[in-house]
C-alpha cells in the first residue's frame, strides 16, 4: 500500500481465522440458502400449478401454464432481482452495508409469505398476485448479492477472504436441496392423506382439491431460515472499511473491529488512517479514471457473470424436460398431480447431490490455493466440453440404456459450474473494485448475470422445444430442440471463457491493493 501503514485495514488482513467469521457465514449465507429456495422451488410447483388451474375437461394430458404465463412466472423473479442488485448495490455504498441488510432480509420474509396468497381463486387473479409478490422477493434477493459478499470481503483476511466469500455463496446448493427436500415431504404428506389417481385413469379425481395448498406451503416455508437469522444480521456492526474509508471513522471501525475480531488497535493507530499522507482516491463510477482503472475490469465481471447465467439457469429451466427425455420422470398422464411434483422434486435433489453441492465446496477448499482465475477457465472449459458431450451424441444418451450417463455428464456440467464460473463470478467483484463502489460494481455485475438468467427463462422455454410440431408441449411452438440448445450453451460458456481474460486474480493480495484505494487520481 502507498503511503503510511493503514493499521485497521492490515490488521484485518492479518487476522487470524476466528469464530465471528464463521458465524458471519452462517448469517450471511443464510440470505442465500433462501435466494436458492425462493428461485429455484418455482420450477418444481408450476407442473402443479399448470394442472390445478389450467387442466382443460376431455383433453389427453393434464394442464400445463400457457407459455406466455410460464415465461412471466419463471422470469418475474429474475427481472426483482436484478432491480434489487442495482438498487441496493448502490444504497450500500451510500448509506452503508449494515443499514440496508436487514431491509432485504425482511423483504425476503414478507415476499415469500405473501408469495403463497393469492387475490381471488381464478387463474388469472392467482398468477397476478404469484408474480406481483415474486418480483418484490427478487427485489430482496437481489439487493443480498452485493451486500453478503461485500459485507463478507470486507471481514474477511486476505489469505481466506476467498474461502469465506465462496461459503457465503455454497450455501445456495443447501437451499436448493431443501427446496427438492421440502417439496417431497409436504408431497408425500398429502399423497398419503388424500390418495388420487392417475390422470389416465381419473384426470379428475387426479388432482385433488388439497393440492392447492402443496404448492402455497412450500413457498411460504422459504421465510423460515431467513427469520431465523434477522436478529443476527441486525446485530452485525457496519464493515470497518466502510467506516474508515467511506465515513472516515478510522477510530470507530477499529473499534467495531476489535469488538468482533478481537483484533487490538490503540487509538493512534486507527488515527494514522485520518492522516495518512495519501489522500484517497475521488473519482466516481462514470469518471474517465475509473474507466482507466476499472473499466475493463467491469466489462470482464458482467459479461462473464452473463454468460454463465445463461448457461446455468437454462439448464436449471430445462431439466425437468431432460429428466422425462431420459425416463427419470414418467409421462404426465400416468400419474397423479402430487406424484409428478414428488419425482420432479427427487430427480432435482439427485443432481444437486451429485453435481451442485460438491462444485460448490470444491471451490471452497481450492479457492485461495488454486485461484479464482484458474478455476473460472477450468469450470468454463469443461462447461463447455461436457454440453458438446451431451449435444452431439445426444440420440445416443437417451436412447434405451444410456440414461445413466447421460444424467452423470449432466451432473457433471453443473459441478463444473459451481466449481467454477458460478462461484467466482459471484467472489471477484467483491474483490477488485474502491471501497465506495464495491457494492455498486458487483450489483451492475450480478445484475448482467440475471439479464442472462431472464435470457434463459423466456428463451429457452421456447427455444429447446422439440422441432417436430406433434412433440411439442401444450401452447408451444416448435423450437430447435434440446440437443441443439444444449450446443448454443455450450457456445456461451466458450466465449465466458474467453471473456474472463480480462478479469484479475486477487488471490493473496489485500482489497486495497486490489482496488488501488490508496493511489491519487490519475492526471
Known amino acids: 500500500m502507498a503511503g503510511d501503514q493503514v493499521h485497521v485495514l492490515s490488521a484485518l488482513d492479518g487476522a487470524k481465522t476466528q469464530w465471528y467469521h464463521f458465524t458471519a457465514i452462517i448469517v450471511a449465507g443464510m440470505g442465500f440458502f433462501t435466494d436458492a429456495y425462493d428461485l429455484f422451488c418455482i420450477s418444481l410447483v408450476t407442473k402443479l400449478i399448470g394442472r390445478i388451474y389450467y387442466t382443460v375437461p376431455g383433453l389427453p394430458r393434464p394442464g400445463s401454464l400457457p407459455p406466455t404465463v410460464s ?22 455504498d451510500k448509506v452503508g452495508r449494515k443499514s440496508v441488510y436487514g431491509m432485504t432480509l425482511m423483504l425476503m420474509i414478507l415476499c415469500s409469505v405473501a408469495s403463497g396468497l393469492s387475490f381471488g381463486n381464478t387463474p388469472t387473479s392467482v398468477m397476478a398476485t404469484l408474480c406481483f409478490f415474486r418480483f418484490w422477493l427478487g427485489f430482496g434477493i437481489g439487493g443480498d448479492y452485493p451486500l453478503s459478499a461485500t459485507i463478507m470481503s470486507e471481514y474477511a483476511n486476505k489469505r481466506t ?16 436441496l431443501a427446496g427438492g427436500g421440502v417439496a417431497i415431504g409436504i408431497t408425500a404428506l ?23 395448498y402443496v ?25 470497518a472499511r466502510y467506516t474508515a474509508l467511506i465515513a472516515k ?36 463510477l462514470f469518471s474517465r479514471e475509473f474507466v482507466r482503472r476499472h473499466g475493463l475490469h467491469l466489462v470482464g465481471t458482467a459479461s462473464t457473470w452473463l454468460l454463465l447465467d445463461i448457461a446455468y439457469y437454462s439448464q436449471n429451466l430445462f431439466q425437468k424436460d431432460i429428466f422425462s427425455a431420459i425416463g427419470w420422470i414418467p409421462p404426465a398422464a400416468t400419474m397423479s398431480a402430487l406424484d409428478e411434483l414428488f419425482h420432479i422434486a427427487r430427480a432435482q435433489i439427485l443432481i444437486a447431490l451429485c453435481g451442485t453441492v460438491p462444485g460448490y465446496w470444491f471451490t471452497v477448499a481450492f479457492i485461495d490455493s488454486v485461484g479464482r482465475f484458474k478455476i473460472q477457465l477450468m469450470g468454463f472449459f469443461m462447461m463447455t ?11 445416443y444418451w437417451t436412447g434405451q440404456g444410456h440414461q445413466a450417463g447421460f444424467v452423470v455428464m449432466y451432473a457433471l456440467t453443473f459441478f ?53 410440431p406433434a412433440k411439442t408441449a401444450h401452447g408451444y411452438k416448435p423450437g430447435i430442440g434440446v440437443r441443439c440448445s444444449l450446443l448454443v450453451l455450450a457456445g456461451c460458456s466458450l466465449m465466458g471463457f474467453m471473456l474472463t481474460f480480462l ?7 489485500s482489497l486495497e491493493e486490489m482496488s488501488r484505494e490508496t493511489e491519487p487520481d490519475h492526471c
Open 161 to 176: 477472504r476467498g474461502a469465506f466469500i465462496a461459503a457465503v455463496f455454497a450455501m445456495q446448493g443447501f437451499g436448493i
Open 385 to 395: 466440453a461436457f454440453m458438446v458431450g451431451l449435444a452431439v451424441p445426444y440420440d
Open 416 to 468: 463444473f459450474a459451481n466449481f467454477g464460473p458460478n462461484a467466482t463470478t459471484f467472489i471477484v467483484p467483491a474483490e477488485i473494485y474502491p471501497a465506495r463502489l464495491r457494492a455498486t460494481c458487483h450489483g451492475i455485475s450480478a445484475a448482467s448475470g440475471k439479464v442472462g438468467a431472464i435470457i434463459g427463462s423466456f428463451g429457452f422455454l421456447y427455444l429447446a422445444q422439440s422441432p417436430d
Open 503 to 509: 478479469v484479475p486474480e486477487p488471490k493473496g493480495k
Open 71 to 92: 415465461a412471466v412466472v419463471n422470469g418475474v423473479a429474475f427481472v426483482g432481482t436484478l432491480s434489487g442488485q442495482l438498487f441496493f448495490g448502490w444504497l450500500g
Open 249 to 284: 471513522n478510522a477510530e470507530r471501525a477499529a473499534a467495531d473491529m476489535s469488538k468482533v475480531l478481537h483484533v487490538e488497535i490503540t487509538k493512534e493507530q486507527a488515527g494514522d488512517l485520518e492522516t495518512s499522507h495519501t489522500p484517497p482516491p475521488s473519482f466516481g
Open 215 to 239: 404448492w402455497r406451503i412450500v413457498l411460504m416455508l422459504g421465510a423460515l431460515p431467513a427469520a431465523l437469522t434477522f436478529y443476527w444480521r441486525m446485530k452485525m456492526p457496519e464493515t
Open 190 to 212: 398429502f399423497r398419503d392423506l388424500f390418495p388420487a389417481p392417475p390422470y389416465a385413469a381419473d384426470p379428475a379425481a387426479s388432482t385433488p382439491a388439497q393440492a392447492d
